[in-house]
Every structure is written in structure tokens, then in C-alpha cells.
T-cell receptor, first 114, second 112 residues
Framework: EAGVAQSPRYKIIEKRQSVAFWCNPI?????LYWYQQILGQGPKLLIQ????????DSQLPKDRFSAERLKGVDSTLKIQPAKLEDSAVYLC????????????FGSGTRLTVV | TQLLEQSPQFLSIQEGENLTVYCNSS?????LQWYRQEPGEGPVLLVT?????EVKKLKRLTFQFGDARKDSSLHITAAQPGDTGLYLC????????????FGKGTHLIIQP
């Protein structure tokens, strides 16, 4: 089966600019997650969607980050305005509804804020 | 906030040696997963352990879940250069909000 698709792979922006990332999960996976991975650390959950509804956004910095999954398939994550500390890899993952199955991650978008 | 502590953070050993990576928490997780991540790629699932005391083997890799479901270990026998990578443990809370909590990872280098 096709994996989780993310774009772009790389993005360099200046601080205070805005940026958007796109994710297409595995077909049929109802649950979608966005993670932030800062260099040298493990991924940190930002937001979880179940179909087109938000299940958990407790760690999303809502003053500058937003995410949507309007039709329950693709998702976008936006940062506006970006700060230097937002430099990280943004990973999208989707999960099968079957018990004890792991998550499938995309290759991520590497964001550099200068 | 649930935390997962991984140790060691860095490990460099010679080909053929054995090693163990540890993942510890004060919290109980419904499952614990181990991932391997290559540079420029997302984490790839190696194994999921669910039952306290469970042991799973994947070729030369042995995974164990603690009896209290708070800790886990990954043991690699006769390490090979192809095992080089970042190993991440991640705990799943269970229920609807089941996003993973990751440790910081163990950077493993196997020298030929």
C-alpha cells in the first residue's frame, strides 16, 4: 500500500513569515497525527484528528499553529508567524483502526526558520 | 505529562557485540512501541508490546515489556553495521486520545 505522503520535503523561511505543510495519509486510515521533531529529540505530538474532528490538540501552540482536515482525508498544518524555535521536522502519521497496529509515518517536512 | 526516559542516549560499538537499550517511565502505558529512524526519514515501527512481561523477537532483536507496563528494553545480539540508526521508544495511552509519547531516542552506531 502507498505510504503517508508529505510535502514539501524542505522549507526555509524567515521568521515572522507563514508556512503550510500538507499530508495525505494511508487510504482508509481514519486517525491522523502531526508531530514536531526538534533536532536531537523524539517526536512530540501536536494534534490528533479522528476523521475530520480534533481529538487532541493540547500540545498545539494555538497562537501560531493551526491544522485542519476538512474532508477527513488530507490535512494541512500551518504556522503563522513562524519563530526561530519552530525549526524542526514536522511528521505526519496515520493509524489503522485495528488494535495493536502501529503508526505509519511520512518522511516529514524539514523546516528551517532564519 | 507522561515522560519516557531512554538510555543510553548515544552508543557506538563494534560489529558483533551485543547491546541493550532501555526505556523507562513512571506512567503506565496501554502499549509500548519501538521505532527505528533513518536520517531524513520518518520513524518505522519495529514492534508493539502490549502485555506486561511480554517478550517479542525480531531476528536478532529482542523486545521486552516490563511486568508493570512502565518500562521496556531492546536487546540486539551480534550487532551489524546495518543496525545503525536512531531507536525510539514510544508509549501509547490508549482510549480515544492515543497519540504517542516518545523518548528522546538512542543514537546507535555499529562500526565494522
Amino acid at each position: 500500500e502507498a505510504g503517508v505522503a508529505q510535502s514539501p520535503r524542505y522549507k526555509i523561511i524567515e521568521k515572522r513569515q507563514s508556512v503550510a505543510f500538507w499530508c495525505n495519509p494511508i487510504s482508509g486510515h481514519a486517525t491522523l497525527y502531526w508531530y514536531q521533531q526538534i533536532l536531537g529529540q523524539g517526536p512530540k505530538l501536536l494534534i490528533q484528528f479522528q476523521n475530520n474532528g480534533v481529538v487532541d490538540d493540547s500540545q498545539l501552540p494555538k497562537d501560531r499553529f493551526s491544522a485542519e482536515r476538512l474532508k477527513g482525508v488530507d490535512s494541512t498544518l500551518k504556522i503563522q508567524p513562524a519563530k526561530l524555535e519552530d525549526s524542526a521536522v514536522y511528521l505526519c502519521a496515520s493509524k489503522s483502526g485495528q488494535l495493536n497496529y502501529g503508526y505509519t509515518f511520512g518522511s516529514g517536512t524539514r523546516l528551517t526558520v532564519v | 505529562t507522561q515522560l519516557l526516559e531512554q538510555s543510553p542516549q548515544f552508543l557506538s560499538i563494534q560489529e558483533g557485540e551485543n547491546l541493550t537499550v532501555y526505556c523507562n517511565s513512571s506512567s503506565v502505558f496501554s502499549s509500548l512501541q519501538w521505532y527505528r529512524q533513518e536520517p531524513g526519514e520518518g520513524p518505522v515501527l519495529l514492534v508493539t508490546v502490549v502485555t506486561g512481561g511480554e517478550v517479542k523477537k525480531l531476528k536478532r532483536l529482542t523486545f521486552q515489556f516490563g511486568d508493570a507496563r512502565k518500562d521496556s528494553s531492546l536487546h540486539i545480539t551480534a550487532a551489524q553495521p546495518g543496525d545503525t540508526g536512531l531507536y525510539l521508544c514510544a508509549g501509547e495511552r490508549g482510549g480515544g486520545a492515543d497519540g504517542l509519547t516518545f523518548g528522546k531516542g538512542t543514537h546507535l552506531i555499529i562500526q565494522p
